[in-house]
């Protein structure tokens, strides 16, 4: 075997191919788009870079044959609850079913994080935020949501063989869109709806900087500071928004205000993968042409979740039900999608897990992120639980 450093066109066309190549035959696979995976890598274009470095390997067998690949990276920012030493991350991890290469990768990722003063990496995770290529699934394995890699499940016994523990599992939900919502929620949603200082409405994309801004308001008191996430900016919000525009759907995006002031959030798009899987890793004029006509003829049926909160001081007080009932009038009633999936949420977040659990869905997926202490004597912790 040879490991060999991205390090020209040559090298990370490679890292590209070698994804496809090994899972091209699998059941449920769907090609990424290869530009989604080179900006990762581009320093002009992932933010993570103004905080680490990252680096890639391949590698082949002795004909020379494609047969894994692997990424590290160092980021000064990243950094879990109740950890007390610095981690690195490795990911975009593929190999041949052969514990061998797998631990010739692992090894490569784990000196190179080591000679950088790191004490442990998690993996497989991203080089950026954690809503896409985060974690290893260990569980329902077919058509990933967009942002989601596949791999087989042979991977996870690659992982555990080297020595990988679980950090933390991730558990995706989905759902028929006709499941009738139990009473609970409609309970619930009268208590609120009875008080007209309460309203929900849906995203409208002529004010989107509006919409935007609201956004920042409820991430910035329902999720920074938990799991890693950093506080947003005005101008962040509206730069993600603004690149969303294209694939939005606005009744699918909805905001529960009190008194006009944004107190929840429900951000939904329609599953990117339902067109992509269609355009083999190619985002050119004739795929940006074939996207449109995809989406002009319906053919995404799915749409998925990415964001669902409700600020601390109106938690637990039934403004998630009235919000999920007042979406679900509009989109029951449209019958534009048949399925929708959560993307993941952490078991150490009960509170949300519970919720997505209330909305009668079955347990679409489960991920895994790993973590491999470089101190084998040193006592394994995983994520601590968020109340």
């Not at 609201?214 to 329902?222: G, I, M, R």
């Not at 050119?284 to 003829?297: A, D, N, S, Y």
Request: hydrophobic content about 40%; overall charge neutral; glycine content about 8%.
């Amino acid at each position: 075997m040879k490991i060999i450093p991205v390090k020209d066109e040559k090298t990370a066309r490679a890292f590209l191919d070698v994804h496809v190549q090994l899972n091209k035959d699998k059941e449920g696979w769907i090609q990424p788009l290869d530009k989604d995976i080179e900006d990762i890598f581009d320093p002009e274009k992932n933010k993570a870079f103004r905080f680490g470095e990252a680096v890639r390997w391949v590698i082949t067998d002795e004909s020379g044959r494609l047969t894994g690949r692997i990424a590290a990276f160092v980021n000064k920012r990243y950094k879990s609850v109740g950890d007390e030493f610095p981690v690195g991350g490795a990911g975009f991890f593929d190999c041949v079913d052969d514990q061998e290469a797998a631990n010739l990768l692992f090894d490569t990722a784990k000196a190179w994080l080591a000679e950088r003063g790191m004490e442990a990496m998690d993996g497989p995770i991203n080089f950026g935020d954690r809503d896409r290529w985060w974690g290893l699934q260990v569980e329902g394995y077919v058509n990933p949501p967009f942002g989601m890699a596949y791999n087989p499940p042979y991977y996870q016994q690659l992982f555990e063989n080297y020595g990988f523990q679980p950090f933390f599992h991730q558990i995706c939900f989905g759902l028929d869109v006709q499941t009738t919502l139990q009473s609970k929620f409609h309970s619930r949603h009268a208590n609120i709806a009875a008080d007209p200082a309460f309203t929900a409405r849906h995203l409208k994309k002529d004010q989107l900087d509006k919409f935007a801004t609201d956004f920042v308001t409820v991430y910035n008191k329902a999720w920074a500071g938990h799991g890693g996430n950093k506080e947003m900016s005005r101008e962040q919000a509206i730069l993600i928004f603004r690149k969303m525009k294209p694939v939005m759907d606005e009744e699918v995006i909805w905001f529960v205000y009190h008194n006009e002031e944004p107190v929840a959030c429900w951000l939904n798009l329609p599953d990117l993968n339902q067109y992509f899987k269609h355009m083999g890793g190619k985002f050119g004029l004739l795929q940006k042409l074939q996207f449109l006509w995809l989406k002009m003829t319906g053919a995404c049926r799915k749409f998925t979740g990415l964001v669902f909160g409700v600020v601390p001081e109106f938690q637990g007080k039934g403004v998630d039900s009235y919000m999920i009932v007042e979406g679900a009038k509009i989109i029951q009633a449209r019958k534009r999608y048949d399925e929708y999936e959560m993307q993941w949420v952490g078991d150490w977040n009960p509170k949300m897990l519970n919720v997505a659990e209330s909305l009668g869905g079955f347990h679409s997926r489960k991920l895994t992120t790993y973590r491999y202490l470089f101190d084998r004597q040193r006592e394994f912790h995983r994520h601590p639980l968020i109340q």
